[in-house]
């Protein structure tokens, strides 16, 4: 709270980060610390971080076989890197096509002057495999995107402090026009922002 006086702290205990067991000191930060200063400050109070668990990045592949499904149902590959990277969002348009946030920036956003790294993929099944195996950039530079609704000549994008509509107004695959709908969100956490615009029943967009 910014009156001080409500402030709650919490600890962790599954040997996940330096925080556990008693807080003796606390620190308080207007920014989120990337890993390598976190470690400095650990190291200065007399911490070492737990050792690395090391494990094998499986393929997309495998990692379907770990999968545990009720009878009857099953999971197909529809895409997976190099084609998408840091997916947060999906959804499917009226001509089959997939739409994909990539909220690469997460989560601690570019360096001070730099653009957002976030990003709109398109992709395309080309043949009808199901595998969608063409993808474009169709927008970039966004800050912290986190949800997408495909909407006429485009898509509906939440890039708190603002909702954009992103259009190709040439059909090219391609944003040309981008524009804001409104503006004015929170951002001081990127878990905790606008995001995700559902369609409703009745043709609203919330």
């Known amino acids: 709270a910014k009156d001080g006086k409500n402030l709650f702290f919490a600890g962790r205990s599954d040997k996940f980060a330096l925080l ?22 650990a190291r200065a109070a007399g911490l070492e971080p737990p050792p690395a668990k090391q494990s094998r990045a499986l393929s997309p592949e495998e990692s379907q076989k770990t ?24 959804a499917f ?27 709109i993929k398109l992709l395309r099944d080309l043949d009808g495999d199901g595998r969608f195996e063409e993808a474009r950039v169709f927008a970039d530079k966004l800050l ?12 509906i994008v939440t890039a708190a402090p603002e909702i954009l509509w992103l259009r190709d107004t040439d059909d090219d695959g391609v ?21 995700h615009p559902i369609l409703l029943p009745d043709g609203r967009i919330c």
């Open 144 to 155: 912290f995107a986190n949800g997408l609704i495909p909407y006429r000549d485009g898509v």
């Open 93 to 119: 348009d009226e001509r089959g096509r997939l739409w994909v946030v990539e909220m690469i920036d997460y989560p601690n956003g570019p360096k001070p002057g730099e653009p957002g790294q976030s990003r």
């Open 20 to 41: 556990e067991g008693k807080l003796d000191e606390i620190s308080l930060y207007d920014r989120a610390l990337p890993t390598e200063e976190v470690m400095k400050h």
């Open 175 to 195: 944003c040309d026009k981008r524009e804001v709908l409104y503006k004015g969100f929170a951002t001081g956490n990127p878990q905790l922002r606008v995001s």
């Open 67 to 90: 999968l545990h499904l009720p009878p009857g149902l099953r999971v197909e590959l529809v895409a997976c890197e190099p084609e998408v990277q840091s997916p947060v969002a999906m």
